[in-house]
């Protein structure tokens, strides 16, 4: 089982990108995905999270209103479609996909399967 992220590139403050975090073997139906992101220096952080049952989506303070996440109708893709992007968005953005009970949503020991990151870098 595999998850790509991608998308990620150069983008001027206030502009946009959308993510892409697509699987391989499995579909997303049966699985929660989340975002975390990691800034150089910094901790990895949740950023969002789709449950598997119902599509509840869950955002970081940070984040929340400007960031969406969507899931495709074949449940092998889940975008995060980022608006309005600041300087301190910049980070390596990472998906991953679990079955986390509903308080472990925002922590990254909640999923098992990782993609391997996508640069974002934003410029002001």
């Known amino acids: 089982v595999q998850l790509q992220a991608s998308g990620g590139g150069l983008v001027q403050a206030g502009g946009s990108l959308r993510l892409s975090c697509t699987a391989s073997?499995?579909?997303?139906?049966?699985?929660?995905v989340g975002w975390f992101r990691q800034a150089p220096g910094k901790e990895r952080e949740f950023v969002a999270a789709?449950?598997?049952?119902?599509?509840?989506?869950y955002y970081s303070d940070s984040v929340r209103g400007r960031f969406a996440l969507v899931k495709d109708n074949s449940k092998t893709t889940v975008y995060l479609q980022m608006n309005s992007l600041k300087p301190e968005d910049a980070a390596v953005y990472y998906c991953?996909?679990?079955?986390?009970?509903?308080?472990?949503?925002?922590?990254?020991?909640?999923?098992?399967?990782w993609g391997q990151g996508t640069l974002v870098t934003v410029s002001s």
């Open positions: 789709i449950r598997a049952n119902g599509g509840n989506t």
């Open positions: 991953a996909a679990g079955i986390p009970i509903l308080s472990a949503i925002r922590t990254s020991n909640g999923y098992r399967i």
């Open positions: 073997e499995i579909t997303f139906s049966g699985y929660s």
